[in-house]
């Protein structure tokens, strides 16, 4: 700290010169996206932000939300948790989300399944097609054992402490932390058994799309897949965008895709006659 600085009012102004400095990797308040569907009004926009390499974000979106994630710079690795924001303890489930749907590769109509056989989410559009049901996230042992240095406040921190950080910000705690599904970055089963990750660097700018189908926690981790083979730390900023949307309707062709998928939007209307 310099000398003028170590004079608490020289540092109050020249925090407060800082008013209007953007970067990157930050949330924009209020959310002033410009780029937003043509159906979607500006006053309808509930969160932009994003999301640096190694960072994590949190938001609690309503039903009906649609949230937007996009790969910015084409090395993005979305890990995500997901709440029932009105009763945590009913979360994402990953074996649910597998066994349910009859298929472990998520995509266009794809339903992200609690563990109380209710859809929280849906996926409405997929530019990337690179996902991943299978291998979860790091933790600072796999990341020190990787990179040299695992520390949540070191420069290689692990998704499940990302995770961590991000579930605190909502009276949430380690045993909250469950399960993740992985956006951008996929895994592949071969007819051997092998995994094969799916890791890219791919073109920048690919996205998805997503819909609250109830009150919903989402906690992000942005840090490399675990099974990335590059030796380096390598991952990209990304954007991610909400807005008010409304609540899927009986004749929803993601509702009405499967039985399966059918069942799970009905318990859903069933939770919410209350």
Same mark, same amino acid.
């Given at each position: 700290m310099t000398a003028t600085l170590a004079n608490p009012l020289a540092a109050r102004d020249h925090a407060r010169a800082m008013e209007g400095t953007l970067a990157e990797a930050m949330p924009i308040v209020p959310p002033v996206a410009d780029d937003l569907p043509a159906?979607?009004? +500006?006053?309808?926009? @509930?969160? %932009? %932000?994003?999301?640096?390499?190694?960072g994590y974000a949190t938001r609690r979106l309503p039903r009906g939300a649609r949230l937007r994630l996009i790969d910015l710079h084409g090395d993005a690795c979305a890990s995500i948790l997901l709440f029932n924001a009105e009763m945590p303890s009913e979360r994402l489930n990953v074996a649910d989300t597998v066994k349910v749907q009859w298929n472990a590769y998520l995509g266009a109509g794809k339903l992200l399944l609690s563990d109380m056989g209710r859809v929280l989410m849906s996926i409405l559009t997929d530019e990337a097609g690179t996902h991943d049901t299978f291998c979860?996230?790091?933790?600072?042992?796999?990341?020190?054992? !990787?990179?040299?240095?695992?520390?949540?406040?070191?420069?290689?921190?692990?998704?499940?402490?990302?995770?961590? @950080?991000?579930?605190? !910000?909502?009276?949430?705690? #380690?045993? &909250?932390?469950?399960?993740?599904?992985? @956006?951008? !970055?996929?895994? #592949?089963?071969?007819?051997?058994? #092998?995994?094969?990750p799916e890791v890219g660097p791919f073109a920048p700018g690919r996205s998805l799309v997503?819909? +609250?189908?109830?009150?919903?926690?989402?906690?992000?981790?942005?840090?490399?897949?675990?099974?990335?083979?590059?030796?380096?730390?390598?991952?990209?900023?990304?954007? +991610?965008?909400?807005?008010?949307? +409304?609540?899927?309707?009986?004749? &929803?062709?993601?509702?009405?895709?499967?039985?399966?998928?059918?069942?799970?939007? #009905?318990?859903?209307?069933?939770?919410?006659?209350?």
């Open positions: 159906e979607v009004a +500006a006053q309808d926009l @509930l969160w %932009e %932000e994003t999301v640096a390499a190694g979860g996230t790091s933790n600072a042992a796999i990341n020190a054992a !990787k990179y040299g240095e695992g520390r949540n406040s070191g420069a290689f921190p692990s998704g499940r402490d990302r995770f961590l @950080l991000g579930a605190a !910000k909502h009276g949430l705690g #380690r045993r &909250d932390v469950h399960p993740c599904v992985t @956006l951008f !970055k996929g895994a #592949r089963i071969e007819s051997d058994g #092998r995994i094969t997503l819909r +609250a189908e109830m009150e919903v926690i989402v906690v992000i981790a942005n840090v490399p897949h675990v099974l990335d083979p590059r030796p380096a730390w390598n991952v990209t900023s990304l954007r +991610a965008t909400a807005w008010r949307g +409304a609540v899927t309707g009986e004749d &929803d062709p993601v509702r009405q895709a499967t039985p399966e998928g059918l069942r799970a939007f #009905r318990n859903v209307e069933d939770y919410f006659r209350r």
